[in-house]
């Protein structure tokens, strides 16, 4: 004899002549109908069998042809494993048995107990980890950094008051930041950290604008 856990993607009301020849073939027998009430798009009903007399039964050529069945995406059925949370699976914790041959009630409703609903799109996407970017290490380095205003004069020659990092400062605080979230770096890595971060800087800012002039404009 074997055991087989399965689901068929059409309505109890549907299976419900078929259900109870099924049933007749099996030591155990449950099924369980899945509603859009657990996230789903379509009815389907999962069915457990325990120790079939014959599995040859459940596959009565004429019964799929008649109800319209066939392929993987409208039935499926493998060897029933014990030991997985089955029936747990199958309430989702909202549902109760269409059928029940021979399981303990007790038995059901503890299973019921330790199902689940399966979470929507949106509730999965903020239950998500954030993944640290590129950019979190720049402003976690911007916000630590030591920034003052200095008087420098603009390419107009007006005096004005600009913001200036301290490179030793922001190299320290990018090591510690980079050690902190264990992120590996390399000389591109760390000049293009560098950069971004220090752009901000009147003096560093217009050293990066004149290498980046002469490379592009190498005759000017």
């Given at each position: 004899m074997e055991s087989i856990f399965g689901r068929i993607n059409r309505p109890y009301e549907e299976l419900k002549e078929l259900f109870a020849s099924w049933q007749q073939e099996a030591d155990q027998f449950l099924v369980y109908e899945h509603t859009p009430d657990d996230g789903c798009k379509n009815l389907h009903c999962h069915i457990l069998a325990?120790?079939?007399?014959s599995r040859k039964k459940l596959y009565d050529r004429q019964i799929w042809k008649a109800l319209n069945l066939s392929g993987s995406a409208n039935f499926g059925f493998d060897k029933y494993k014990p030991g997985l949370n089955t029936?747990?699976?199958?309430?989702?914790?909202?549902f109760d048995p269409k059928i029940?041959?021979?399981f303990d009630l007790d038995f059901i409703i503890e299973q019921k107990k330790i199902g689940y609903i399966k979470d929507d799109k949106k509730n999965k996407e903020s239950k998500k980890v954030k993944k640290e970017t590129y950019w979190d290490v720049i402003e976690a380095v911007r916000s630590k950094a030591n920034v003052h205003n200095v008087l420098r004069k603009d390419e107009f020659g007006h005096v004005i008051s600009v913001p200036s990092y301290s490179?030793?400062?922001?190299y320290t605080l990018l090591m510690a930041e980079l050690e902190i979230k264990k992120i590996r770096s390399s000389e591109f890595d760390l000049n293009r950290w560098l950069t971004t971060i220090l752009r901000q800087d009147f003096c560093a800012g217009r050293n990066i604008r004149e290498k980046l002039k002469k490379n592009y404009f190498p005759d000017v």
């Open positions: 325990l120790n079939i007399t029936v747990a699976y199958m309430s989702k914790g909202i029940n041959k021979s490179f030793d400062n922001v």
